[in-house]
């Protein structure tokens, strides 16, 4: 949006202004004194590290928490939200990464839900879904009504929440994270719908970490740091390299340390032909051969869904193929005595899984026990077959002091911690056993810049120590930051191989769509 056409929006009343707000969590001063102004019909960024203050922030403007001290202003008028229900009467809709959604009612029924508008289920069925194909139509956020939210894909799963809030007569869009779990193709399709909103006079509030997204969609962004606002700027005033400086309060290195070629060593795994069908007997990896050597990161980029987590599952012991075979550790593996996760871990393979939730920790656990999820049978970990939990306390303590995980609390519930923190708590156990191979995917989903450039040197380190380590990322600039040696899959089949001296985006992008070699 150029700075011509934002002026208008500049001149009307303040969709947000929230003044000295104050926000303590025991010791914690998670908002100290904040200033945050938001122009009517805008994308206003709010950017910051992992505990930084700005969910705590948009938790307060919608009602989940209330602020200690410190005043908000809705449209020019001052408001008090105690709660989402006060949020939603003053027109403020949230959408959080995860999703709050019933996944056994139909998409119609969850918008429906506490917001009846008749008595009678037959009228508010119809009353409901005329006024949301008007949405759709007007907004182009197109949905299956009757189709279960279960089966829906993410990207329409989000759709629906902003289609609920926008029900609800949001103004004021809250959204948090919201392309942490998309694919390439729906963040475009979202930020058409997010520019289609501006235009139709929302205002959209973007809590993010991607800076590369903040530059391409907002109009003015917030820095946060340590609970305070440290920076405001129009974005035509920003960069990324000024915004990643602002949010760690330091000069920030992303991209590529080096561009050398480095010497590698033996093969330490070797896929050969392998051919994955899944239940629907669809094909999923077909005649994919891949090597890992010693002392290299080979980067694996491709749209999602085409083989790259069924990569993962074949190679971490999770998916056994129907044809192939594995070599590692001096052991081969054939489809009818496949490799086995135990089997992966005592052969020096350690894997940090793309969904960290589901397949990395245990939620209901406390952080020493999924700091040990996998490990717990090692004798630093147990005594004639008796876990040490002691020794497993201490042992967190010692990874969260070296992963700087925050808060340093073997004690806390994993669900406690902020993303980041869970990934490299994550990363702290597969690491700390100094695997000979690493296989890592989306190793940044989710978290914050300086988390980001720890994450890397942590890669790099790994590589430079001689391990073989494979990584999976969405993010065609995490991708060229990290690799050595990329690989391009398209269809379950490898479409490219490249040094990274020969890695273009124009090239992978090709590569990507199944064109070029």
Known sequence: ?????????????????MSGINKRFGAVAANADVELRVHSGTVHGIVGENGAGKSTLMSILYGFYQADSGSIAVLGKPVTIRHADDAIAHGIGMVHQHFMLVDTLTAL?????????HWLLQKADASVRSKLDALMQATG???????LVADLPVGDRQRLEILKALYRGAKVLILDEPTAVLTPQETEHLFKVLRVLREQGTTILLITHKL?????????????????V?????????????????????KVQMGRVDQDTRPVGDVLLDLRDVLVRDAMQVVRLQGLNLQLRAGEIVGVAG?????????????????????????LGGQQFLPQRWLDPQTARALGLAHVPEDRHARAMVMDFVAWESAVLGYDGLTEYATRGWMAHGRMRQATARMMERFDVRPRDPELGSSKFSGGNQQKLVLARELGQSPKVLLVGQPTRGVDIGAI??????????????????????????????????????????????????????????LMTGGGQ
């Open 109 to 117: 029924e969850n918008v429906m839900l506490g917001a009846e508008p």
């Open 230 to 250: 440290v920076q405001e700027l129009p974005i035509a005033e920003a960069s990324i390299e000024k915004l990643a400086e602002a949010m760690v309060g330091r």
């Open 303 to 327: 749209v999602s869904g085409n083989g790259q987590s069924e990569l993962l599952d074949v190679l971490s012991g999770l998916l056994a193929p129907q044809e192939g075979s594995l070599q």
């Open 1 to 17: 949006m150029s700075s011509e056409s934002a002026s208008p929006a500049m001149a009307a009343p303040l969709a947000v202004h």
């Open 141 to 147: 956020l197109q949905v299956k009504l009757d189709a």
């Open 453 to 510: 450039e720890f994450i890397y040197s942590q890669l790099r380190a790994m590589r430079d120590a001689g391990c073989a380590v494979l990584v999976v990322s969405s993010e065609l600039d995490e991708i060229l930051a990290l690799s050595d040696r990329v690989i391009v899959m398209n269809q379950g089949r490898v479409t490219g191989e490249l040094a990274i001296q020969d890695c273009t985006e124009a090239g992978i992008g090709l």
């Open 212 to 228: 590369k997204e903040v530059m391409g969609l907002c109009d003015r962004v917030t820095v946060m740091r340590g609970g305070r």
